[in-house]
């Protein structure tokens, strides 16, 4: 089953968002910039941020965990 990547790419971005890694602008810039991409250049572009803000979270996660 393949998950729609753009959800996941947005759910990321919120997360990032609300963990205040990133600000509510640089949220809202990486959605205007991730809607001007076509479709192949969307799933480079999921993975890449994919991982990037996966990581970002996962850091963060540790880090309140201490």
């Known amino acids: 089953m393949q998950l729609n990547s753009k959800s996941i790419f947005l759910r990321r971005v919120h997360e990032a968002q609300l963990l205040k890694k990133i600000s509510k602008k640089t949220a809202n810039h990486f959605i205007s910039v991730y809607k001007k991409f076509d479709s ?27």
Request: glycine fraction near 0%.
């Open 40 to 66: 192949n250049k969307r799933s480079e572009a999921d993975e890449k941020a994919d991982e990037l803000l996966a990581e970002l979270i996962s850091e963060s996660s540790a880090k309140q965990k201490r």
